[in-house]
Every structure is written in C-alpha cells, then in structure tokens.
C-alpha cells in the first residue's frame, strides 16, 4: 500500500548513551512487508505512540519487530506461515532492526522468501543463522515471547489467562535480575533432587532397619539350628542302633519257629499211620459202585428216548383230534351260511315290493325342467358377478401389496435421511452439549410457543451440495450455527427464560427480521460476475426455512456474497477491483474488501477456508417433504382401498349364500326328476340279484355226508397212532422198575461208605489241621531267615560296615548306651523326632546368611550416614539458594504492588499484587496473584478470564504493565491496541499513566498502538508520535517537511 515512508525521525546516541537502555529500537526498515512497499520507522527512546486508523499499517509494525528479532509466527497470533506476511504479489519481503548498544548498535535483517517459507538472516551486514540471531537478542535482554514485555494485538486477551505460575516466570524474566530466573529454575531442581534424596535416605532406612530385624530372628535361628542338630545325632545313633536290635529280636524268634515245626511234623506223622485201614475199604466200596452207576446211566437214557416217543404219539394223536373238530366247524359254517341265505333272499323281496309301489307313487308328479332351467340361469348370471367381484378383489390387493410396498421403501429412504440429521445432532451434541439438551426439551414442550419455532440454524438448514459446507460455516459464526431461530420475540423471551434462566443451559436464540429478507435481490446480478469465475451467491447453495433465510440474509448478507472458483483466484487482482464487492470466496479462500473513506484505496485480507465440520451431511428437504406427502398419500389410497375390499367381501358373502341356495334347490328339483328312472333301476337290480341268490343255493344233505366220511377216516388213523403209544409206555415202566432195583443196591454202598467216611472225616480234620500248622510254620521260619539276613544287611549298611565285620568300638560304646528294645528305641525316636519337628524351616545356610548379613547391616550403616550427611548438606545449599532468590523476589513483587496498588487508587479503584504459595518448600508452584475491584460494593476478586469484563481485564493488563516499566530491565515494551475495550474514562485515566510513567528518565522504551486516541489528552514532550497513514496523496518521504507543515497549522488557527 505505500510506495515509501519515513515514520518519526532518527534518534542519535551521541552523548546520551548513559541515559539509554541497550537493546532499544533505532530504527524498523521494512520492505515489501504485510501493508508496506518500503517504510523506516524511526522510534523515540521512550513513549512511542503510534496511531492511525483500522487497516493503516500499525500492527504491521509490531509483526516487523517479532519477526525481525527472531520470534515465533504463533506470538502473534495471525498466519502460522512466515510467508503470509510478504506483501501479496510479491515473492520476498525484508525487515531490518537496528538495536543501540554502548559499543556498536546491532543491525538485524531478515529477508523473507514465500516460495518455500524460509528466511535469510544477516547480523550486522554478515550472513547469519537463526539461532546466532536469538543469541544476540537474548544476550540484549529482549523477549518477544515474554507476554509481559510484547504484548500483541491478538494476544491481548490471553494475558488474563496465564496462570499465577506462569506470570511469576514471565514478570521475573522481564524485570528480574539476569540471575533471578535462573534461581528459580535451580530451586525447582534443587526441590526436585531434594526429594529424590530424602526418598533415598527413606528407601536405605527402610532396608537397614528391616535388615536388623531379620538378622535378629535369624539369630534365634542359628540356636534352633544347633539345638535341633543335637537331636537330628541322637536319633542317627538310634535308626543305627534299630536294626541291630530288630535282628537279635527275629533271630531269637526264629529260634523258636524252627523248634514247633519239628514237633508238629512227628505229630503228622502219627496221624498218618493210624488212618490208613479206612481209606482202603473205602476204596473198596467205591470200586463195587462204579459198574451199578454205569447200568444206571444206561437205564436212564433208554427211559428218556421212551418217554420222547410217548410224547410224539400223544401229539400226533392230538392233532387228529384237532382235524375232527376243523372237520365238523366247516359243516356248521354251511349251516349258517344256508340259513344267511334264506334271510336275504327274504329281504330283497320284500325291498321289491316297497320300490314298486313307491314307483307308483312317483308316476303322479308335474314336470320340474322348466324350474331346472330358471335356475340355472340365475346361476349363471350369479357366477359372473362374483368372477366379476373377485376380479376387482385381486386387483385390489395386488394394488394394497404394491401401495404397501412402496411405503415401506419410502420410509426406508425417509429413514435414513432421518439418520443423517441425527449425525448431524450427534456432531452438535459432541460440540455444546447444552444446545443438544435445549432441543429435547423445545420437541417435548414446542406446544408452548404461538410462533414457529425452529431448531439450531446447523439443522435446518440443507447444503445442496456437501463441497459448498465450508462457505457456509467459513460464513456464519459458530454461536449462529447453534442459534434457535424464532418468529415471535415474546416466544425466544419465552424460551430463554425457561431454558437459559431455569434449566441453566448456555444456548444462543435469533429473532428473524419483522420483514421477510429471504427474498431480497443482489447487489449485481451473477452472470456479471461469471467472467471472474464467480458461479453463485451463497444463498443458493441451501435451503433453508423463509425466517431462517431472512435473518441470514440481513445478518451475514448471503444473498450478496459471491463464490467463485479457482479461476477467481488467478484472477485476484482484477477482482478486488471491483468497487461493488465486499467480500467473496474463492475455492479455498475468503477474501474481504475495506474501503478507506479518506483516500478510497481498498485493503484487502485473506484467509484460508476451514474443512467442513457440520453441514457437510446434507438432507434434501424438498425430497424428504415430498416422501412424507407420498407416504401420506400412499396410506390414504390403502385406507380406501381397504373400504372397497370390505365392501366386495360383504357382497361376494351374498352372491355366495345365494349360490348355496340355488344349488340345494336345483339338487332337489333334479332329485325330484330322476327318483322314477331310479326307481326302475333298483328294482331291476334287486330282481337279478334275488335270480343269483336263489340259483347258489347250498346241498346241505351232500355236505352232511362228505362229513362223516373225513371224521371215520381220521378215526382210523387214531387207532394205530394209540396202539404204538401204548407199547411205548410199557417199555418205559419196564425200565424204571429195573433203575429202581439198581438205586436200592446204590443206596446199601453208599450208606456204608458214608459211614466210613465219617469214621474217617474225624481223623483227617485233625490231619489236615497239623498239615497246615506244618505248612505255616516252613513258611514263618523262611520269612524269618530272609529277614534275618535282610536285617543284617540293613544293620550293616546303616553302620557304614562290610559284610561280617566286627562293630567298631567307638560305635559299640555308643550304641551299648542306648535301649535294648525296640520299644523304648521307638519311643526315644518318636521324643526325638518330634522335638527335632518343632525346628522346622532351618538348614545349614541359616549360619551362613547370618554373617553375611551382619557384613552388609555394617554397610548399609555407612551407607546410610554418608547420605544422611549429603541430604543435610544438600538441604543448607537449598536454604541459602532459597534466600538468595526469595527475598529479592519478595522485595521486587512488593515494588511492583506498590506501583499497582497507587495505579488503581489514583483510578478510585483498588488493586494488589502477592507472591502466592500453596507450599513453600514447593518452588514450581510459586506464582504472582493479583487481585483488582472495581467497584465499592464488591470485594477483591483475582484477575481472571472469565471473572472480570473485557474493559476491567485491559485496564488490570495495562496497569500491572505500567507497574513493570520502572523496573524493567527489558530494552522496550509492545503493547498493541489494549485500550479497545475500556470506556472512555477508564482510557482517559490509564492514558494519563501510561503518559507519566513511560516519560520518566529511568524507564525503557515503551510502543503504545492505538487506532483512536481521546480529545484533550496530556501529552508529555519526551513522547514520540508515530502517526501511519495510507492513500493516493501521501506524501513521498523526501518531499515532507516538518517546520513547513507547522508553520500551515500555526497560520490556521490564527486565521480562526
């Protein structure tokens, strides 16, 4: 925007260098940057006011002094890529700062390329790197980052919210001493390794004294151990002493078994010679019963093969018998059947006699066909109206199927339309949670209301395409997106009282316009701007409800902001030349047009669209208000069309019934007809079957007498099967008369033998008796010997002694000592074993870990006093590191509440400045709190974000800053346009502040930006005005001439 300018007029040091603070600005060259062709700014040692209006170029010069003393994009606040700040349509820009300092001035440049976003640095004329340059202005003392020394625009508001914590770093790195900081930041780690420390100290005491303990009960175990060693010796000597004992005891026992074995086996062999004489008569007899058994046998099986054939005859004979009976149930059968046959012969006459006289009867009655035929007639006019009614039927059903099936698709389409919106609530809810709940409650009560009411303006409104949502919320601010619009301002009064006022939700409500602005034509029709690529306004890239549109229209002007596409963008130069646009949007860019009303030149700003969030997911309403009407429409024809069926369900009933009833009647009239050629037919069909009955009579006489000759020949048959059985019974009974004679001889024997064997039984019970006695005694005295020998051998291994050697001496001594039973060696063993039990957990490691642990308690000992001594040590280098930071902390903090305090009490207001501490041995958590009140009535309240209003925080900001001013220690201070949100008074008073403080001898340099400034002010001589202006008619910097233009000022107000 300027060709070329020279701001202020160049300071020189000479002379005065002992006045002047190292580090302050010279002089701000600026080439090709933001608003600037070429400027040099040329500031004043002390208070710079630069004034000028919105859009001149006076936050520009604030961006120059971050950026060409090496600070980051984002303290300002505005683009994030250092080429947004060269002047648009060109490919570089430059800053250059000169710095004073007492030996020679430092001259930083740095020159700014767009292409690739880097920049080239150069200190005092020679190339450069960044981090030389951040040397150099930390070595001056200058902190752009430090929101206590550069205070930017867009930063002003975040002032009120740093933190106690971070205020306190910020004021001590502004107008602390060098070292104070670096104190702070000592003592946090002092802290922090004080506390690793004192855990260590903890942790080794710990250990130590638990250490102690366990030596200590490891100590009462070494005696345990030695006690439990005694007894565990004892009881080796017994277990040796054992088997030697348990020999003696089964050798000696073994003696014993050898003596009764002997006895019990001449005592057999008494028993054995006197039994003899009776086992060989007994032999005798058993000799005779061997052959009488054998006929026995014999006779027994011939008696069987003669009852079996008894058996055959006997059933042979009963099925004869059976014949007999088969015979004679056959001649009762004719019998019956004959006597059947008479019956029905019988009956048949006599239905011939009934059929024929009713065929008398029926040879009387009219002729019916003419009736027939009527009804046959209505029959078929009755079928043709029910064909017709059931075809009106399927087409109706088929009509209800295909009505029913289309609803169902139109609801699924109308269902997921419905899922979209809910999306969209879903993101809203995610975003502002009381804006969500604000809507429940509006659908459960929207009956309270007389006007329309609609939800958020994010849901109602339907992006026609989901690429044009980022226009509209690039457009309409957030707060709108969420708004609840309202025909009627007593209804959103309504609403706000019951939602904001009662149910504390934090919700935005709109009133739309008296009169309807949806409608309202553009500025210029579209087709003038499609040569610039433009191809619609943002009113037709949605739909929206009539009182949504209108309140969008005359709120954020949709209906007069173009978008145009990339074509626009290339054509950007001719386009911000139109006098009628105001803002547009190019594919990824919105661009807003000011028009200066001094020169008429127009500035331009930028900035780059952001993503969609929220109206991306679109809904065609028209579409979903068209499938509601459908749906709608659709269930009216069903509903018709379910009357009609009704309607044809009752009539096809009628023709129905009266089918029924015409049918019945026809069968009737037909019955009637053809009853006298039935007739006929019956009784010609009965008399042929009375012929066929009367000619297969039955010979009764005939069968008699086949009878009687199959009965005589079965009977003759009978007489040879009863002769044979007889003879066959008479050889049985011989038989068993001959076994009866040889069991009567059994019987003698064997009750003779059983007499022996009784006389016998005695003596063998006592035989078999000293039999096993002997038996068991081999098998007790074997047993004995392989135990005898088993527990030599264990009694030999457990003594540790070959087999037949001698017991040593030493061992015998000890073993001669002990018990000679077993008894009292098993109980000594049970005493021992149980007391040696009681020492359980004990081994031979137990001694062994008992030293050595005393080893390391002696140790740990040392260990633990050289790091008591260093903790000690190491906490008097904290409390003299503390007292070296605090106490001049204290006294600084004192000087600037003092400075604070006097600020708001000249304002009629009160305000103080403390060191807050939740724990002083917590260093990180020290911060600086302070605490303003602005009104009588109230109490002190600490600065905050929320707590105070905007006006109240800038004048706390800009008060606690003054506060600083006479104490810094920094080169110079920004603070940009910080008096835009106080009233006019509170201005006028921290003007007249600003004015005094940052006037003095003894302060730094100090840049106040403003763009108004009150009438009647207080000026001090030691101000320099810095005033930015910007036109066709600005004056080339070589053609100004100062004394000129104070001479033409003098003359005017003389003339007036």
């Given at each position: 925007m300027?060709?070329g300018?020279?701001?202020g007029t160049p300071?020189s040091d000479?002379?005065?260098t002992?006045?002047?603070?190292e580090?302050?600005?010279?002089r701000?060259?600026?080439r090709?940057?933001?608003?600037y062709d070429?400027?040099?700014?040329?500031?004043?040692?002390n208070l710079?006011m630069i004034?000028g209006?919105?859009g001149?170029?006076?936050s520009?010069?604030?961006?120059a002094?971050?950026l060409?003393l090496a600070?980051?994009?984002?303290i300002?606040g505005?683009?994030d890529?250092v080429?947004?700040?060269?002047?648009?349509g060109?490919?570089?820009g430059?800053?250059?700062?000169?710095?004073?300092?007492?030996?020679?001035n430092?001259?930083?440049?740095?020159?700014?390329?767009?292409?690739?976003?880097?920049s080239?640095?150069?200190?005092?004329?020679?190339?450069?790197?960044?981090?030389?340059?951040e040397e150099?202005?930390?070595?001056?003392?200058?902190?752009?980052?430090?929101?206590?020394?550069?205070?930017?625009?867009e930063?002003?508001g975040?002032?009120?919210?740093m933190?106690?914590?971070e205020?306190?770093e910020a004021?001590e790195?502004s107008?602390?001493?060098?070292?104070?900081?670096?104190?702070h930041?000592e003592l946090?780690?002092?802290?922090?390794?004080?506390?690793?420390?004192?855990?260590?100290?903890?942790?080794k005491a710990?250990?130590?004294e638990?250490a102690k303990?366990r030596?200590?009960?490891n100590?009462?175990?070494?005696?345990?151990y030695y006690?439990?060693k005694r007894?565990?010796?004892?009881?080796e000597?017994?277990?040796?002493?054992k088997?030697w004992?348990e020999?003696e005891?089964?050798?000696?026992?073994?003696e014993?078994?050898?003596k009764?074995?002997?006895?019990?086996?001449?005592?057999?062999?008494?028993?054995?010679?006197?039994?003899?004489p009776?086992l060989k008569k007994?032999?005798?007899?058993?000799?005779?019963?061997r052959?009488?058994?054998?006929q026995m046998k014999?006779?027994t099986a011939h008696?069987?093969e003669?009852?079996?054939?008894?058996?055959?005859?006997?059933d042979?004979l009963?099925r004869?018998n059976?014949?007999?009976?088969?015979?004679?149930?056959a001649?009762?059968?004719?019998?019956?059947?004959q006597?059947d046959?008479?019956?029905r012969?019988g009956?048949t006459?006599?239905?011939?006699?009934?059929?024929?006289?009713?065929?008398?009867?029926v040879a009387?009655l009219?002729?019916?066909?003419p009736?027939i035929?009527?009804?046959n007639?209505?029959?078929?006019?009755?079928q043709?109206?029910?064909?017709?009614v059931?075809?009106?039927?399927?087409?109706?059903?088929?009509?209800?199927?295909n009505?029913?099936a289309?609803i169902q698709?139109l609801?699924?389409?109308?269902r997921?339309?419905?899922?979209m919106m809910?999306?969209?609530e879903?993101?809203?809810r995610?975003?502002?949670?009381d804006?969500?709940?604000?809507?429940?409650?509006l659908?459960?009560?929207?009956?309270?209301?007389?006007?329309?009411v609609?939800?958020?303006v994010m849901?109602?409104i339907n992006?026609?395409?989901p690429?044009f949502a980022k226009?509209?919320?690039?457009?309409i601010?957030?707060?709108?997106?969420r708004a609840?619009?309202?025909?009627?301002?007593?209804?959103m009064?309504?609403?706000?009282?019951e939602?904001?006022?009662?149910?504390?939700?934090k919700v935005?409500?709109?009133?739309?316009p008296?009169?309807?602005?949806?409608a309202q034509p553009?500025?210029?029709h579209i087709?003038?701007?499609?040569?610039?690529g433009f191809f619609?306004?943002?009113r037709?890239?949605f739909d929206?409800p009539?009182?949504v549109?209108s309140?969008?229209?005359?709120?954020?002007?949709v209906?007069d902001?173009?978008?145009?596409?990339?074509?626009?963008?290339s054509m950007?130069k001719?386009?911000?030349e139109?006098p009628?646009?105001k803002?547009?949007?190019?594919a990824?860019?919105?661009?807003?047009m000011?028009r200066?009303?001094?020169?008429n030149k127009?500035s331009?700003?930028?900035?780059a669209?952001r993503?969609?969030?929220?109206?991306?997911?679109t809904v065609?309403?028209e579409e979903?208000s068209?499938?509601?009407?459908q749906?709608r429409?659709?269930?009216?024809r069903?509903?018709?069309v379910?009357?009609?069926l009704?309607?044809l369900?009752?009539?096809?009933a009628?023709?129905e019934r009266?089918?029924n009833e015409?049918?019945?009647?026809k069968?009737?009239?037909?019955?009637?007809k053809g009853?006298?050629?039935q007739?006929?037919?019956k009784?010609?069909?009965k008399?042929?079957?009375?012929?066929?009955m009367?000619r297969?009579?039955?010979d009764?006489?005939?069968?008699?007498g086949e009878t009687d000759a199959?009965i005589?020949?079965v009977n003759?048959q009978k007489?040879?099967?009863?002769?044979?059985?007889m003879s066959?019974?008479?050889?049985?009974?011989t038989?068993s008369?001959?076994?009866?004679?040889?069991a009567?001889?059994?019987v003698?024997l064997?009750?003779?033998?059983v007499?022996l064997?009784?006389?016998?039984?005695e003596a063998?019970?006592?035989?078999?008796?000293?039999?096993?006695?002997c038996s068991r005694?081999d098998q007790?005295?074997?047993?004995?010997?392989?135990?005898?020998?088993a527990l030599?051998r264990r009694?030999?291994?457990?003594?540790n002694?070959?087999?037949?050697a001698a017991?040593?001496a030493?061992?015998?001594a000890?073993?001669s000592?002990?018990?000679n039973?077993l008894?009292?060696i098993?109980?000594?063993?049970?005493?021992e074993?149980s007391r040696?039990?009681?020492?359980?957990?004990l081994?031979e490691?137990?001694?062994?870990?008992y030293n050595k642990r005393?080893?390391?308690?002696k140790n740990?000992e040392?260990?633990?006093d050289?790091?008591?001594g260093a903790l000690d040590t190491?906490r008097q280098n904290i409390?003299?590191?503390?007292e070296?930071?605090?106490?001049p902390l204290?006294?600084?903090?004192?000087?600037?509440n003092?400075?604070?305090?006097?600020f708001?009490?000249s304002?009629?207001?009160?305000?103080?400045?403390?060191?807050y501490s939740?724990?002083?041995?917590?260093?990180?958590?020290y911060?600086?709190r302070?605490r303003v009140?602005?009104?009588?009535?109230?109490?002190?309240?600490?600065?905050?974000?929320?707590?105070q209003?905007?006006?109240?925080?800038s004048?706390?900001?800009?008060?606690y800053l003054?506060?600083l001013?006479?104490?810094n220690?920094?080169p110079?201070?920004?603070?940009?346009e910080?008096n835009?949100?106080m009233?006019p008074?509170n201005?006028?008073r921290?003007?007249d502040?600003?004015?005094?403080t940052?006037c003095?001898?003894?302060?730094?340099?100090y840049?106040?930006?403003t763009?108004?400034?009150?009438?009647?002010?207080?000026?001090?001589?030691?101000?320099?005005i810095l005033c930015?202006?910007?036109?066709d008619?600005?004056?080339?910097p070589?053609?100004?001439?100062?004394k000129?233009f104070?001479?033409r000022?003098?003359r005017?107000?003389?003339?007036?």
């Amino acid at each position: 925007m300027f060709a070329g300018s020279q701001i202020g007029t160049p300071v020189s040091d000479e002379g005065s260098t002992g006045q002047l603070v190292e580090g302050f600005i010279l002089r701000i060259t600026m080439r090709n940057f933001l608003t600037y062709d070429y400027s040099e700014v040329y500031p004043g040692p002390n208070l710079n006011m630069i004034v000028g209006a919105n859009g001149t170029g006076k936050s520009s010069i604030v961006c120059a002094i971050c950026l060409g003393l090496a600070g980051k994009t984002g303290i300002l606040g505005r683009g994030d890529k250092v080429g947004h700040y060269v002047k648009r349509g060109c490919n570089k820009g430059s800053i250059e700062i000169e710095l004073f300092k007492n030996d020679a001035n430092v001259i930083i440049s740095r020159e700014i390329l767009v292409e690739n976003n880097q920049s080239v640095w150069q200190l005092n004329g020679k190339h450069s790197s960044q981090k030389a340059v951040e040397e150099a202005v930390k070595a001056l003392q200058i902190q752009v980052s430090n929101l206590c020394q550069f205070l930017p625009q867009e930063k002003v508001g975040e002032f009120a919210k740093m933190s106690k914590i971070e205020l306190l770093e910020a004021t001590e790195k502004s107008v602390g001493p060098p070292e104070m900081y670096t104190y702070h930041c000592e003592l946090k780690n002092f802290r922090t390794k004080e506390r690793e420390l004192e855990n260590a100290v903890k942790e080794k005491a710990t250990f130590l004294e638990n250490a102690k303990q366990r030596n200590e009960r490891n100590k009462l175990d070494v005696n345990r151990y030695y006690e439990k060693k005694r007894h565990l010796d004892m009881i080796e000597l017994l277990e040796k002493k054992k088997p030697w004992v348990e020999y003696e005891t089964v050798r000696k026992e073994l003696e014993g078994v050898k003596k009764e074995r002997d006895e019990a086996k001449r005592r057999l062999s008494g028993l054995k010679q006197a039994q003899e004489p009776i086992l060989k008569k007994v032999q005798t007899i058993e000799n005779q019963m061997r052959p009488i058994e054998a006929q026995m046998k014999t006779k027994t099986a011939h008696i069987k093969e003669a009852s079996l054939k008894c058996k055959q005859k006997q059933d042979q004979l009963d099925r004869k018998n059976g014949e007999i009976e088969d015979i004679k149930q056959a001649l009762k059968l004719k019998q019956t059947e004959q006597e059947d046959q008479r019956k029905r012969i019988g009956n048949t006459k006599r239905i011939i006699d009934d059929l024929r006289a009713e065929l008398a009867n029926v040879a009387d009655l009219p002729d019916v066909m003419p009736q027939i035929e009527a009804i046959n007639t209505e029959l078929k006019s009755n079928q043709e109206q029910r064909h017709r009614v059931e075809e009106e039927t399927g087409d109706l059903r088929r009509e209800r199927d295909n009505l029913e099936a289309e609803i169902q698709a139109l609801t699924r389409r109308l269902r997921d339309m419905n899922n979209m919106m809910n999306a969209k609530e879903e993101k809203l809810r995610g975003r502002h949670r009381d804006t969500h709940a604000a809507i429940q409650w509006l659908r459960q009560n929207r009956n309270m209301f007389t006007g329309q009411v609609y939800e958020p303006v994010m849901l109602v409104i339907n992006v026609k395409d989901p690429r044009f949502a980022k226009y509209l919320e690039n457009h309409i601010s957030f707060n709108d997106l969420r708004a609840f619009v309202f025909q009627r301002k007593d209804d959103m009064e309504k609403f706000m009282t019951e939602v904001r006022d009662k149910l504390s939700l934090k919700v935005n409500s709109i009133s739309a316009p008296a009169n309807s602005c949806s409608a309202q034509p553009p500025s210029r029709h579209i087709e003038s701007l499609r040569r610039f690529g433009f191809f619609s306004y943002l009113r037709e890239l949605f739909d929206a409800p009539d009182e949504v549109m209108s309140y969008l229209c005359q709120q954020y002007k949709v209906h007069d902001v173009p978008v145009g596409t990339t074509q626009t963008k290339s054509m950007i130069k001719t386009v911000i030349e139109e006098p009628y646009l105001k803002m547009f949007y190019t594919a990824e860019e919105r661009y807003t047009m000011k028009r200066s009303v001094y020169s008429n030149k127009i500035s331009t700003s930028n900035s780059a669209l952001r993503p969609s969030q929220y109206l991306s997911i679109t809904v065609d309403t028209e579409e979903r208000s068209r499938l509601e009407q459908q749906i709608r429409a659709d269930e009216v024809r069903i509903r018709e069309v379910n009357e009609r069926l009704n309607t044809l369900q009752q009539n096809a009933a009628i023709l129905e019934r009266r089918d029924n009833e015409l049918r019945e009647e026809k069968k009737r009239l037909s019955e009637q007809k053809g009853k006298k050629r039935q007739l006929e037919q019956k009784i010609s069909t009965k008399e042929d079957s009375l012929r066929q009955m009367e000619r297969s009579g039955i010979d009764l006489s005939k069968v008699e007498g086949e009878t009687d000759a199959k009965i005589s020949a079965v009977n003759a048959q009978k007489e040879s099967i009863v002769t044979e059985l007889m003879s066959q019974m008479k050889l049985r009974a011989t038989l068993s008369m001959e076994k009866v004679h040889l069991a009567l001889e059994t019987v003698g024997l064997t009750a003779e033998k059983v007499k022996l064997e009784n006389d016998c039984r005695e003596a063998s019970t006592e035989l078999k008796a000293v039999e096993l006695v002997c038996s068991r005694l081999d098998q007790k005295k074997s047993k004995l010997t392989e135990t005898c020998k088993a527990l030599m051998r264990r009694a030999n291994q457990i003594c540790n002694m070959d087999p037949g050697a001698a017991v040593p001496a030493e061992l015998h001594a000890a073993l001669s000592k002990l018990p000679n039973t077993l008894d009292e060696i098993e109980a000594m063993l049970h005493e021992e074993r149980s007391r040696a039990e009681c020492f359980t957990g004990l081994n031979e490691n137990v001694v062994e870990e008992y030293n050595k642990r005393e080893r390391e308690i002696k140790n740990l000992e040392n260990e633990f006093d050289n790091q008591s001594g260093a903790l000690d040590t190491y906490r008097q280098n904290i409390s003299t590191a503390k007292e070296r930071w605090l106490n001049p902390l204290k006294q600084l903090i004192e000087q600037i509440n003092q400075k604070f305090s006097d600020f708001f009490r000249s304002m009629q207001c009160v305000g103080e400045v403390d060191l807050y501490s939740e724990n002083e041995e917590e260093y990180e958590k020290y911060g600086i709190r302070i605490r303003v009140k602005f009104h009588s009535s109230t109490q002190l309240h600490e600065l905050t974000a929320h707590h105070q209003s905007g006006g109240e925080r800038s004048v706390s900001t800009m008060l606690y800053l003054m506060s600083l001013q006479e104490l810094n220690r920094c080169p110079f201070r920004v603070v940009d346009e910080i008096n835009q949100g106080m009233d006019p008074i509170n201005e006028r008073r921290v003007f007249d502040i600003v004015v005094r403080t940052a006037c003095k001898e003894t302060t730094s340099q100090y840049f106040f930006i403003t763009p108004k400034l009150l009438q009647n002010l207080q000026y001090a001589e030691e101000m320099t005005i810095l005033c930015v202006n910007n036109g066709d008619y600005m004056l080339s910097p070589d053609r100004w001439n100062e004394k000129a233009f104070v001479r033409r000022i003098k003359r005017r107000k003389s003339l007036a």
